[in-house]
């Protein structure tokens, strides 16, 4: 079975720094898909960024980018020029391919402070 | 717009009533979920559905009962509430076409039984 881990429950980072948010997972697939999504506090949960697993560069999205290591089996998210509008849960996870169930990990508290 | 809608988005139930959460999106998509958001924030598929007629319990085990009539809609149902099923209950959808495109959050229910 797969699993998604963000070890990070919980950051603080200035407004205007750059934080990496972490996430490993486990799988013994070789094509599936990986996502960050972003739950601000009581508002819809959005996804931010989508990485292809067959794809070896990385996604970027505006301020938003991920570092895929396939082998590590690790998508760190980076968001640079952290803004307060960041602030929110940030949500690791996992879609294996043609299947379409995501797992999500525990999600990390990211608080932007001005 | 294109969008998933989900009402009530707050609820205040007394012990033993029967509620329908509603879920209803407009995108045409032919897949629906429904995930159980708990104080942690963790998220637990607890029902999906991969057409008309189509339902499948989730992995978390849940007392609660959906049915897909209709292509846009999907309501959750708990025929006598109580405490335990207080939580924050999302409904989300996806494109068999799509995969790998991630699912499409509506903003959440959030159910207080008292």
């Known amino acids: 079975a797969q699993t998604v881990t963000q070890s990070q429950p919980e950051m603080s980072v200035q407004e205007a720094e750059t934080v990496t948010l972490s996430c490993t997972y486990d799988t013994s697939e070789n094509n599936y898909y990986l996502f960050w999504y972003k739950q601000p506090p009581s508002r819809q949960m959005i996804l931010v960024i989508r990485?292809?697993?067959?794809?070896?560069q990385n996604a970027t999205e505006n301020r938003f980018s991920v570092n895929f290591q396939k082998a590590a089996k690790s998508f760190s998210l980076k968001i640079s020029d952290s803004q307060l509008g960041d602030t929110a849960m940030y949500f690791c996870?996992?879609?294996?391919?043609?299947?379409?169930?995501?797992?999500f990990g525990k999600g990390t508290r990211l608080h932007i402070l001005p | 717009e294109a969008d998933i809608y989900q009402t009530p988005r707050y609820l205040v139930i007394g012990t033993g009533k029967k509620i329908t959460l509603e879920c209803s999106q407009t995108?045409?998509?032919?897949?629906m979920y429904w995930y159980q958001q708990d104080p942690g924030m963790e998220l637990h598929l607890i029902h999906y559905?991969?057409?008309?007629?189509?339902?499948e319990k989730g992995d978390l085990s849940s007392e609660s009962t959906v049915s897909r009539i209709r292509t846009e809609h999907f309501p959750l149902t708990l025929e006598s509430a109580r405490p335990s099923h207080t939580s924050q209950y999302l409904c989300?959808?996806?494109?068999?076409?799509?995969?790998?495109?991630?699912?499409?959050f509506g903003s959440g229910t959030r159910l207080t039984v008292v």
């Open positions: 990485q292809e697993a067959y794809k070896q």
């Open positions: 995108m045409g998509h032919d897949k």
């Open positions: 989300a959808s996806s494109e068999s076409s799509s995969v790998g495109y991630g699912y499409t």
């Open positions: 559905s991969y057409g008309v007629n189509s339902t």
């Open positions: 996870a996992f879609m294996k391919y043609p299947q379409d169930k995501i797992i």
